[in-house]
């Protein structure tokens, strides 16, 4: 059994006594108590943890998309456009850190990954393709589903860069999304967590049966995990 802290177990104390004996809180309480326990001495990442009734074994019910969180998270993205002219000035334009061809495909095949989000324009597809086996297993691969592989690449740019998103289903049903930073507001984040719980209800697959959304959790990067409850989330649903 894996040891936790000191200081884990100090603030797992404070969350007991701040949640009480409901066990679940609603939304804008839950980001209140845990902006309140997210003490590290660096500005801690908060994710949204969300467990739904789906079965990932089957490809109809494969739950992804993406979203632009109204706030952003609080990251500076580095992103990177596979384009070849005059597509590729437009993406830097847009801001893209990084645009071109092969260029970028040797690298990355020299083991050179230093973005965060990588578009590609449709025409270019099949040189990327060649770099399935490296960004893949890193979430790194553009997909037409997530909207990162289109013509509109400044667009794709700006999106990256204001605080766009991408989930999708693990193989235990869960979904996990980064929704901004301790040191944003409550308000603002609870605006962020409204915006991925919208975007995941819109994308329930209708071959899902049962309750859709399980159980959903808001953690921080060094803290326990607060139990948000249903009933907050289903007044979203209204």
């Known amino acids: ?51 739904l009734g789906v079965d990932p074994r089957k490809a109809d019910q494969m ?10 998270t609080g990251k500076t993205v580095r992103v ?12 830097l334009q847009a801001g893209a850190d990084y645009a071109g061809l092969q260029e970028y495909v040797e690298k990355i095949q020299s083991g050179w990954l230093e973005f965060d989000v990588a578009i590609a324009a449709p025409d270019v597809m099949g040189e990327v393709g060649k770099l399935g086996r490296i960004l893949g297993p890193r979430g790194l691969m553009p997909n037409p589903k997530s909207g990162t592989v289109t013509f509109d690449v400044a667009t794709a740019v700006r999106e990256a860069k204001a605080g766009r998103v ?44 049962g309750k859709y959304l399980r159980n959903v959790y808001l ?11 249903e009933q907050s989330l289903v007044r979203l649903r209204e």
């Open 1 to 51: 059994m894996k040891k936790r802290s000191k200081r884990y177990r100090a603030t797992l104390e404070t969350l007991k006594h701040l949640i009480g004996t409901d066990g679940q809180v609603p939304l804008e309480r839950a980001v209140e108590i845990l902006k309140q326990v997210a003490t590290a001495k660096f500005d801690e990442t908060i994710e949204l943890a969300i467990r």
């Open 63 to 72: 739950v992804r998309g993406a979203v632009v969180l109204p706030h952003g």
């Open 80 to 91: 990177l456009v596979f384009a070849r002219p005059p597509k590729d000035q437009e993406a």
């Open 166 to 209: 991408e989930y999708r289903v693990d193989k235990g049903g869960n979904v996990h999304v980064a929704v901004g930073r301790a040191s944003f507001s409550t308000e603002k984040l609870a605006e962020n967590i409204r915006a991925v719980i919208e975007s995941v209800l819109r994308a329930k697959p209708p071959t899902a049966k």
């Open 219 to 229: 953690t921080s990067t060094m803290g326990p995990s607060i139990p948000i409850s």
